[in-house]
C-alpha cells in the first residue's frame, strides 16, 4: 500500500509539473510568435525589395552607358573642333565653342546623384575624380587655346587689311619688284596660317628678307612703317600659329580618353557584381518563399483545431454584447437627461448674467428717472400754484407760460416711458429667433439704458441706413450693452466712444470703438472664453464676452476684435440681413445657448 501511495503523489507532483511547464509554454509561444511573425515578414519584405531593385539599377545602368558614351563622343567631337578651329580665319569657330560646352555638360553629368557614377564604390570615385580632374585640366588648356585663337584671328585679319593696303600704296608700286614679293609674302603667311611647315616657314624668312632689303630703297616714311608693321604682324602671326600647335600638342597628350575608359571598366564590373548578388537574392528568395509556404500550411493545420474554441467564444461574446447594449442604452438615457439639465442651467446663467448686468444699470437709471421727474414734478406745482392764483381773466403770457410747462413735462415723463420700454426690452427672455429688428433703434436703446455710465463720454455715432433684420433683439440688446459698459470701464468714464454701422452685400455690420487702455494679444486670445476675466476677484464674472460670442454665433454672424496696448479697442460685428432657417430645436434661444470650446 505504501508503494502505492508513494506512485501515486509521484504522479500527482508529475502531472503538476506538467500542467506548469505547458502553462509556461504557452506564455513563451505568446511572447515570441508574434516577434517570429515580425521577423518573417521583415525578411520577406526585405528580399523582395532587394530583387525588385534590379529592374531599376538596370534601367539606370542603361543611362549610365549612354552618359558614358556621350562622354567619348563629346571628347571626340571637341578633338576634332580643336584641330579645325585655326582654319576658320575669318570668325570665331562655334564648332570649338559648342564642342566645349557639351563637353563640359556631359562630364559634369556623370558625377550626378541619381543617374551619375558618384557614391557607387571606392574604386568608381576614385576613376571618376581622375576623369574630372583630366577633363577639368583639359577644360582649361581649351579655354586658353580659344584665347590664342582670337589673338591669331586678329593678327590674321591685321595682316591682310594692312597688306591690302599697302599694295595699293604708289611707292610701293614704284620700287621694283616689292609689290610682288609682298604678295608672295602674305600669301605664304596665309598657307603658314593653314597647315604650317618647316619649309613654308624657310621661304617666309627669305621673302621677309628680301622685302626689307628692298624697302630700304624707299623714300616714303609712311610707306616704309606700313611695310614694317606688316612684316611684324607676319612676325606675330607665325608666333601665335607655333603656340596654338604646341597647345594642340599638349592637349592631346592628355590621358582623359584613357581615364574615361577606366571608369567605364570599373562601372561594368561593378554593374555585373550587381547582377550576381541580385540572381542570388531571387534564388534566395525563391526558397525562403518555399519555406515561409510550408510554415504558414503548419500554422493553418494546427489552427483549424481552434476553431470550435472560438465559435464558443464568440457566442459568449455576443451574450456580453447584448448585456453590454443594454447597459449602454441605460447610460446614455441618463446622459441625455444630464445634458438638458445642464442646458437648462446655461440657459439660466446667460438670464441671471443679463440680469447682473441690468443690476449694475439700476443706479444710473434711477437718476436717469429721478431728473425728469423732478422738473416734471416742480413744473406741475407750478401749473398749480398759477392756476390757483390765477383770476377769471387769463392773459395771453401766462397761457404761453403754462403750455411750455406743461409741455417740459410731457418731454420728461416721455423719457421716463422711453427707459422703461428699454428696461423691459431687455431683462425679457427671448422665445422665437423671427422677429424682424432694426439695430439702430436698439443700440440707441442700450446707451439709454446706461446713460449713467457713459453720461461724460463723448458719443460719436455714425449710422448707415439698414433694413431690419431677423434676430432675437432682446439678445442683441445684451450684446451691444456688454460692449458699451466694457468700452466705459476700458476709458474710465472718460474718453470718445464711436459706433457706426453700415451694410456690406448681405450683411450688416456694427462697430464699437473706445480710446480706452486697450489690451495685449494674450488677453485678446481669451477674452471670449467663459469666465476669462481682466478684472480683480469678486468685480467680475468673466462671461459676458463668452455669452456676446455665443449669440453672435448663434445668429450667424462673426465678431472680430482689434486692440493694441494704449490704442483702444475695436469690435467688430458682422449679422446676417436674413439669419438661416434652423428647426425648432435649433432656434436661438437663450434655453439652447451652451458654451463651446470653439468660442475663443
Same mark, same amino acid.
Given at each position: 500500500?505504501?508503494?502505492?501511495?508513494?506512485?501515486?503523489?509521484?504522479?500527482?507532483?508529475?502531472?503538476?509539473?506538467?500542467?506548469?511547464?505547458?502553462?509556461?509554454?504557452?506564455?513563451?509561444?505568446?511572447?515570441?510568435?508574434?516577434?517570429?511573425?515580425?521577423?518573417?515578414?521583415?525578411?520577406?519584405?526585405?528580399?523582395?525589395?532587394?530583387?525588385?531593385?534590379?529592374?531599376?539599377?538596370?534601367?539606370?545602368?542603361?543611362?549610365? &552607358? !549612354?552618359?558614358?558614351?556621350?562622354?567619348?563622343?563629346?571628347?571626340? $567631337?571637341?578633338? $576634332?573642333?580643336?584641330?579645325?578651329?585655326?582654319?576658320?580665319?575669318?570668325?570665331?569657330?562655334? @564648332?570649338?565653342?559648342?564642342?566645349?560646352?557639351?563637353?563640359?555638360?556631359?562630364?559634369?553629368?556623370?558625377?550626378?546623384?541619381?543617374?551619375?557614377?558618384?557614391?557607387?564604390?571606392? &574604386?568608381?570615385?576614385?576613376?571618376?575624380? /581622375?576623369?574630372?580632374?583630366?577633363?577639368?585640366?583639359?577644360?582649361?588648356?581649351?579655354?586658353?587655346?580659344? @584665347?590664342?585663337?582670337?589673338?591669331? $584671328?586678329?593678327?590674321?585679319?591685321?595682316?591682310?587689311?594692312?597688306?591690302?593696303?599697302?599694295? #595699293?600704296?604708289?611707292?610701293?608700286?614704284?620700287?621694283?619688284?616689292?609689290?610682288?614679293?609682298?604678295?608672295?609674302?602674305?600669301?605664304?603667311?596665309?598657307?603658314?596660317?593653314?597647315?604650317?611647315?618647316?619649309?613654308?616657314?624657310?621661304?617666309? /624668312?627669305?621673302?621677309?628678307?628680301?622685302?626689307?632689303?628692298?624697302?630700304?630703297?624707299?623714300?616714303?616714311?609712311?610707306?616704309?612703317?606700313?611695310?614694317?608693321?606688316?612684316?611684324?604682324?607676319?612676325?606675330?602671326?607665325?608666333?601665335?600659329?607655333?603656340?596654338?600647335?604646341?597647345?594642340?600638342?599638349?592637349?592631346?597628350?592628355?590621358?582623359?580618353?584613357?581615364?574615361?575608359?577606366?571608369?567605364?571598366?570599373?562601372?561594368?564590373?561593378?554593374?555585373?557584381?550587381?547582377?550576381?548578388?541580385?540572381?542570388?537574392?531571387?534564388?534566395?528568395?525563391?526558397?525562403?518563399?518555399?519555406?515561409?509556404?510550408?510554415?504558414?500550411?503548419?500554422?493553418?493545420?494546427?489552427?483549424?483545431?481552434?476553431? /470550435?474554441?472560438?465559435?464558443?467564444?464568440?457566442?459568449?461574446?455576443?451574450?456580453?454584447?447584448?448585456?453590454?447594449?443594454?447597459?449602454?442604452? !441605460?447610460?446614455?438615457?441618463?446622459?441625455?437627461?444630464?445634458?438638458e439639465d445642464i442646458r437648462m442651467q446655461q440657459a439660466q446663467l446667460i438670464q441671471s448674467e443679463k440680469m447682473a448686468s441690468l443690476g449694475q444699470m439700476v443706479a444710473g437709471v434711477a437718476h436717469e428717472i429721478n431728473t425728469p421727474l423732478g422738473y416734471a414734478n416742480s413744473n406741475v406745482q407750478i401749473v398749480r400754484e398759477l392756476i390757483n392764483g390765477i383770476e377769471e381773466s387769463v392773459d395771453e403770457e401766462s397761457k404761453s407760460e403754462f403750455d411750455m410747462l406743461l409741455g417740459d413735462a410731457q418731454y420728461g415723463l416721455e423719457q421716463i416711458?422711453?427707459?422703461?420700454?428699454?428696461?423691459?426690452?431687455? #431683462?425679457?427672455?427671448?422665445?422665437?429667433?423671427? !422677429?424682424?429688428?432694426?439695430?439702430?433703434?436698439?443700440?440707441?436703446?442700450?446707451?439709454?439704458?446706461?446713460?449713467?455710465?457713459?453720461?461724460?463720454?463723448?458719443?460719436?455715432?455714425?449710422?448707415?441706413?439698414?433694413?431690419?433684420?431677423?434676430?432675437?433683439?432682446?439678445?442683441?440688446?445684451?450684446?451691444?450693452?456688454?460692449?458699451?459698459?466694457?468700452?466705459?470701464?476700458?476709458?474710465?468714464?472718460?474718453?470718445?466712444?464711436?459706433?457706426?454701422?453700415?451694410?456690406?452685400?448681405?450683411?450688416?455690420?456694427?462697430?464699437?470703438?473706445?480710446?480706452?487702455?486697450?489690451?495685449?494679444?494674450?488677453?485678446?486670445?481669451?477674452?471670449?472664453?467663459?469666465?476669462?476675466?481682466?478684472?480683480?476677484?469678486?468685480?467680475?464674472?468673466?462671461?459676458?464676452?463668452?455669452?456676446?460670442?455665443?449669440?453672435?454665433?448663434?445668429?450667424?454672424?462673426?465678431?472680430?476684435?482689434?486692440?493694441?496696448?494704449?490704442?483702444?479697442?475695436?469690435?467688430?460685428?458682422?449679422?446676417?440681413?436674413?439669419?438661416?432657417?434652423?428647426?425648432?430645436?435649433?432656434?436661438?434661444?437663450?434655453?439652447?445657448?451652451?458654451?463651446? /470650446? #470653439?468660442?475663443?
Open positions: 500500500m505504501s508503494r502505492i501511495t508513494i506512485k501515486e503523489k509521484s504522479d500527482q507532483r508529475e502531472s503538476s509539473q506538467q500542467s506548469v511547464n505547458q502553462q509556461s509554454g504557452f506564455r513563451v509561444q505568446r511572447i515570441f510568435a508574434p516577434l517570429a511573425i515580425v521577423l518573417a515578414f521583415s525578411v520577406l519584405g526585405y528580399l523582395l525589395w532587394v530583387t525588385l531593385r534590379n529592374p531599376l539599377e538596370t534601367g539606370i545602368h542603361v543611362v549610365r &552607358l !549612354e552618359i558614358l558614351d556621350a562622354a567619348k563622343e563629346a571628347e571626340t $567631337r571637341l578633338n $576634332r573642333a580643336i584641330v579645325r578651329a585655326p582654319l576658320a580665319l575669318d570668325d570665331e569657330s562655334r @564648332e570649338l565653342q559648342a564642342a566645349r560646352e557639351r563637353y563640359q555638360t556631359v562630364s559634369q553629368s556623370l558625377s550626378y546623384t541619381q543617374t551619375g557614377l558618384a557614391g557607387l564604390s571606392p &574604386l568608381i570615385d576614385r576613376a571618376l575624380a /581622375d576623369y574630372r580632374s583630366g577633363t577639368g585640366k583639359k577644360l582649361e588648356l581649351v579655354e586658353e587655346h580659344r @584665347e590664342k585663337l582670337r589673338r591669331f $584671328r586678329l593678327l590674321f585679319s591685321a595682316m591682310r587689311v594692312g597688306g591690302v593696303s599697302l599694295l #595699293s600704296a604708289p611707292p610701293i608700286e614704284a620700287a621694283p619688284g616689292l609689290r610682288e614679293d609682298i604678295k608672295r609674302l602674305m600669301f605664304e603667311a596665309t598657307q603658314y596660317s593653314i597647315i604650317s611647315s618647316a619649309e613654308n616657314g624657310a621661304v617666309i /624668312d627669305q621673302l621677309s628678307a628680301r622685302v626689307a632689303m628692298k624697302a630700304s630703297s624707299l623714300t616714303d616714311n609712311n610707306a616704309l612703317a606700313a611695310l614694317s608693321q606688316l612684316l611684324d604682324t607676319i612676325d606675330g602671326l607665325r608666333f601665335t600659329r607655333d603656340e596654338l600647335n604646341a597647345q594642340q600638342d599638349a592637349i592631346a597628350e592628355l590621358a582623359v580618353s584613357g581615364q574615361l575608359a577606366q571608369l567605364r571598366d570599373r562601372y561594368e564590373s561593378h554593374f555585373s557584381t550587381l547582377q550576381q548578388e541580385a540572381d542570388l537574392n531571387r534564388q534566395t528568395l525563391a526558397a525562403y518563399a518555399a519555406a515561409l509556404l510550408l510554415a504558414f500550411g503548419l500554422i493553418a493545420w494546427r489552427l483549424r483545431g481552434s476553431f /470550435d474554441e472560438l465559435d464558443q467564444l464568440n457566442t459568449e461574446l455576443q451574450d456580453a454584447n447584448v448585456n453590454l447594449e443594454g447597459l449602454v442604452a !441605460e447610460r446614455t438615457k441618463d446622459l441625455s437627461a444630464a445634458l416711458s422711453e427707459l422703461v420700454m428699454g428696461l423691459k426690452n431687455f #431683462s425679457r427672455v427671448d422665445r422665437s429667433s423671427t !422677429e424682424l429688428f432694426a439695430l439702430n433703434e436698439g443700440i440707441d436703446t442700450s446707451l439709454k439704458i446706461c446713460q449713467n455710465q457713459i453720461k461724460d463720454l463723448e458719443i460719436v455715432k455714425e449710422y448707415g441706413d439698414l433694413p431690419d433684420i431677423t434676430c432675437a433683439p432682446s439678445q442683441l440688446n445684451q450684446v451691444f450693452l456688454n460692449l458699451i459698459n466694457n468700452a466705459s470701464q476700458a476709458m474710465n468714464g472718460q474718453g470718445k466712444l464711436t459706433i457706426r454701422t453700415r451694410q456690406k452685400d448681405e450683411e450688416v455690420e456694427i462697430s464699437i470703438a473706445d480710446n480706452g487702455c486697450g489690451m495685449d494679444e494674450e488677453t485678446v486670445a481669451h477674452i471670449f472664453e467663459p469666465f476669462f476675466t481682466t478684472k480683480a476677484v469678486g468685480e467680475g464674472t468673466g462671461l459676458g464676452l463668452s455669452i456676446v460670442f455665443r449669440i453672435i454665433e448663434d445668429h450667424g454672424g462673426r465678431i472680430n476684435v482689434l486692440s493694441a496696448p494704449g490704442q483702444g479697442t475695436e469690435f467688430l460685428i458682422n449679422l446676417p440681413i436674413r439669419a438661416p432657417e434652423k428647426n425648432s430645436s435649433e432656434a436661438v434661444t437663450e434655453d439652447s445657448i451652451v458654451f463651446s /470650446d #470653439s468660442a475663443v
